[in-house]
């Protein structure tokens, strides 16, 4: 098989095992590769840090302050040459999409890629779930502009807001979309009707009345017959939405949250304290949170929690998932997203 694969500036995806899981992170989200090499001092591969590892260690409540040691795989595939037949057939027998190739001094000198193997574009697998994206508030937070625009027609770029939503799930299969409206919701329904080459199933479901970000499942639960997603209309998150499906159904959860990485400075001097005396100060530090990014997936039955008419919110209805025995998960993501649900967030996506 020839190799006409891209290849990767290895130093950007490499990472030294003395290193912590948030720098990790960082180094992650700027290379996009999906995968990091841990060296030792003498710059010889350890393992290998992907997303499902970090996942795994906020997930397993691991402070992101630890050491990658805690968190890597000690035992990666590798192979010694850049062969893509012998890539192929690693990756099939072991259910991997990426392999580095190391020299006879087990440095890392490559990476392997599952779309290097592809001679052609990567046919995405059509999936019937349903996406509901709540586009229905008066966005209230961006005034004045919202009084002229609704907030899902916000452009990023060349793009509304709503588009781009639209997009990152049709990229993983993801192709229904049912669209609850009400404020300008004629604006919406009009681009809708004039953008026809989305190439997508597009439903609108019209509030009569303002029914908070879970309300208007009650309008839809004729047509969630099956595990859908919700996305509010002002976020949008750079992460794989058929891993989280997957992820959901594997861990049997009614409801997930889609809980994405984000850091808050303190601007204050934190005290530390070390046995009740104090130790430090840390000038106006960074702290890292797992925040609630508006993304969720949610088995039918959720929405049978809700009454007809009721304006509810999603942290209403997660609650009373719980109190019905349903079980809530949390998918970790750590790549970027943007929220445009408020004027700063919004401004800082236009610069």
């Not at 997930?59 to 062969?83: A, F, H, M, Q």
Request: with cysteine.
């Amino acid at each position: 098989m020839k190799d006409t694969g891209k290849q990767h500036n290895i130093l950007k995806i490499t990472i030294s095992e003395t290193k912590t899981i948030l720098e990790a992170v960082q180094l992650l989200n700027e290379a996009a590769s999906q995968i990091l090499f841990v060296v030792d001092e003498c710059g010889s591969l350890k393992g290998t840090i992907a997303d499902g590892d970090i996942r795994r260690a906020i997930i397993g409540g691991k402070e992101l302050s630890s050491s990658v040691r805690d968190v890597y795989n000690p035992n990666p595939k590798s192979l010694t040459s850049r062969s893509l037949d012998e890539a192929k057939a690693l990756m099939e027998e072991h259910g991997i999409t990426r392999i580095p190739v190391v020299n006879s001094a087990n440095e890392p000198v490559s990476l392997i890629c599952f779309d290097d193997i592809l001679s052609c574009e990567r046919t995405v697998e059509a999936r019937s779930n349903k996406v509901v994206v709540m586009a229905g508030g008066r966005g209230s937070r961006l005034d004045p502009i919202t009084k002229i625009i609704p907030k899902p027609l916000l452009p990023i770029g060349d793009k509304p807001m709503l588009e781009l939503i639209m997009e990152s799930f049709a990229e993983c299969g993801f192709h229904d979309f049912l669209i609850s409206v009400n404020y300008r919701k004629d604006f919406i329904k009009t681009w809708l009707t004039e953008r026809g080459n989305l190439r997508c199933s597009v439903t609108c479901v019209e509030e009569k009345e303002f029914l908070g970000t879970a309300g208007s499942l009650t309008l839809m639960k004729d047509s969630l017959k099956e595990t859908f997603f919700v996305s509010n209309c002002d976020i949008l998150v750079d992460m794989d939405y058929a891993s989280a499906l997957q992820f959901h159904r594997e861990n049997g959860y009614a409801f997930t949250v889609v809980g994405a990485l984000k850091k808050v400075n303190v601007p204050y001097g934190v005290i530390h304290l070390k046995e009740g005396d104090f130790d430090r100060i840390e000038e106006k530090p960074d702290v890292p949170l797992i925040v609630n990014s508006g993304v969720y997936i949610l088995e039918p039955q959720c929405s049978d929690l809700i009454d007809e008419g009721e304006k509810i919110d999603m942290p209403d209805l997660i609650e009373r998932v719980q109190s019905n025995g349903g079980r809530v998960g949390v998918f970790p993501v750590h790549r970027k997203w943007i929220d445009i649900g408020q004027w700063g967030e919004y401004k800082k996506t236009l610069d």
